[in-house]
């Protein structure tokens, strides 16, 4: 689903959170109010105040009594814990990413550390990696797997530079609701990770397993990563 196709409410919110992001709003910033907004945008009230709720449950906004809706503080850092998203957390513009292995469609890998449904295992994933670069340094090698499940010409998607939470929102309606990680710190092993993350073998690194759950109902996706914190923290915002 393209952005033109979108209800009202989400093309609004949709504008709102691009405003936030980009630093239009910033934190402690007022935005308009709700029957200006109706007025802006020729919406009615119910939608505008859908929109403000899926900033709100995101927390990109904080209403309070008597002021409206208020910028709140976004997540910094690296922000790999947050749901938000690595991109949105630190501003596109200071991070890079590259896809190493371009999305394929495959059979779910042997013991595979979730467990997965009979349809999930029936379908497939959809899978490919990719390398985040933060300031030219290289912070984590990321391997991501998609249920291959109503996700049309995802596999034709130049993934370079892209934020994976704005491409699932945005063109598939598929938004994250929470989920579960499991971190451990290790010494590295394989040379993949070595080479891309410009360290020797031996190096500590975090290793992170993550399930994201979604709006979409039996649709989570799965991720491993292996993170070089040398140069930078990494901590959430939820």
Same mark, same amino acid.
């Given at each position: 689903?393209? !952005?033109?196709?979108? $209800? ?5 919110? #949709? ?5 936030? =992001? ?8 007022? !935005? ?23 900033? *709100?449950?995101? @927390?990109?906004?904080?209403?309070? /009594? ?34 190493? =292995?371009?999305?394929?469609? /495959?059979?779910? $890998?042997?013991?595979? $550390? ?6 999930? /295992? ?6 490919? #990696? ?7 340094? +290289? ?6 797997? !998609?249920?291959?499940?109503?996700? +049309? ?25 929470? @989920?579960? /990680? ?11 990770? %070595? ?16 399930? *994201? ?13 292996? %993170?070089?914190?040398? #140069? ?7």
């Amino acid at each position: 689903m393209g !952005l033109k196709d979108q $209800p009202q409410y989400r093309k609004l919110y #949709e504008s709102l959170r691009k405003q936030i =992001v980009d630093g239009f709003y910033k934190e402690g910033d007022l !935005l308009p109010s709700e029957n200006d907004l109706c007025i802006l945008h020729n919406l009615t009230r119910p939608t505008v105040r859908k929109s403000l709720d899926m900033l *709100l449950h995101e @927390g990109f906004i904080k209403k309070h /009594q008597g002021l409206g809706s208020v910028v709140h503080k976004l997540p910094k850092g690296i922000g790999i814990l947050s749901v938000t998203g690595t991109t949105t957390a630190i501003g596109g513009h200071r991070l890079i990413t590259k896809a190493i =292995v371009k999305p394929r469609v /495959q059979h779910w $890998p042997d013991k595979f $550390p979730f467990v997965l449904s009979e349809h999930e /295992q029936h379908v497939g994933c959809i899978y490919f #990696e990719r390398l985040r670069l933060l300031n030219d340094t +290289p912070v984590f090698y990321e391997f991501t797997y !998609l249920p291959n499940i109503n996700l +049309p010409r995802f596999t034709s998607r130049n993934l370079d530079n892209k934020s994976l939470f704005d491409l699932l929102r945005q063109s598939y309606n598929i938004e994250i609701k929470g @989920g579960e /990680q499991f971190i451990k710190a290790i010494s590295v092993e394989d040379e993949n990770v %070595c080479q891309y993350l410009h360290v020797e073998k031996g190096h500590p690194v975090l290793h992170m397993k993550r399930k *994201l759950d979604t709006n979409r109902i039996g649709f989570a996706f799965y991720s491993m990563l292996y %993170c070089n914190t040398d #140069e930078y923290n990494i901590y959430g915002i939820f």
